[in-house]
T-cell receptor
């Protein structure tokens, strides 16, 4: 079965501390992977996709096929990073499947 | 700016009433989706449409129906609303194929409360 798991509902870190939001998936093939973010009072939006190997707002995410993980990382958290984050794999030609989300709270 | 617009943004209704949520887009995308967001459950797919003649059920389609009136319009209906359909509903669009197929563009959401 195709599944995505975000084990943490809530993650609280202090400003300046490193952040890692976990995402694991189960799929026999090679999915494309995405992270979406929802800031307070804003629309859900794409943060980054693994195929681009990009860093957006200081966030990076590495696909680990052996561990079937796509964790989102940032070395130094900022208050404006506080938001809801969703991991979303794309399994073949089907709609995105979203994880249950992790709420990141960055404490000043 | 090209956009995804949902109406109404907020709606309170009673059990048993018929409700329609509308979505229109000016992005020119073929693919449209309806998701439901509940605290602790994330986003779950209700229905999706890859083009005007294509309608597919998602993970939680029971109690819902959709209509794709045109490339730009995708409506979600609750024929007889019940309280556990109280949620935030999102419409989204995407382009077809390639690396863009995973990039969804979301509306601002429609908050529905069923009493």
């Amino acid at each position: 079965a195709q599944r995505v798991t975000q084990p943490e509902k809530l993650l609280s870190v202090f400003k300046g501390a490193p952040v890692e939001l976990k995402c694991n998936y189960s799929y026999s093939g090679s999915p494309e992977l995405f992270w979406y973010v929802q800031y307070s009072r804003q629309r859900l939006q794409l943060l980054l996709r693994h195929i681009s190997r990009e860093s957006i707002k200081g966030f990076t995410a590495d696909l680990n096929k052996g561990e079937t993980s796509f964790h989102l990382k940032k070395p130094f958290a900022q208050e404006e990073d506080s938001a809801m984050y969703y991991c979303a794999p794309l399994f073949g030609n089907t709609p995105l499947v979203f994880g249950k989300g992790t709420r990141l709270s960055v404490i000043a | 700016d090209a956009d995804v617009t949902q109406t109404p943004r907020n709606r309170i209704t009673k059990t048993g009433k018929r409700i329609m949520l509308e979505c229109s887009q000016t992005k020119g995308h073929d693919r449209m989706y309806w998701y439901r967001q509940d605290p602790g459950l994330g986003l779950r797919l209700i229905y999706y449409s890859f083009d005007v003649k294509d309608i597919n059920k998602g993970e939680i389609s029971d109690g819902y129906s959709v209509s794709r009136q045109a490339q730009a319009k995708f409506s979600l209906s609750l024929e007889s609303a019940i309280p556990n359909q109280t949620a935030l509903y999102f419409c989204a669009t995407s382009e077809v194929g390639g690396q863009f197929s995973g990039e969804l563009f979301f509306g601002e959401g429609s908050r529905l409360t069923v009493l």
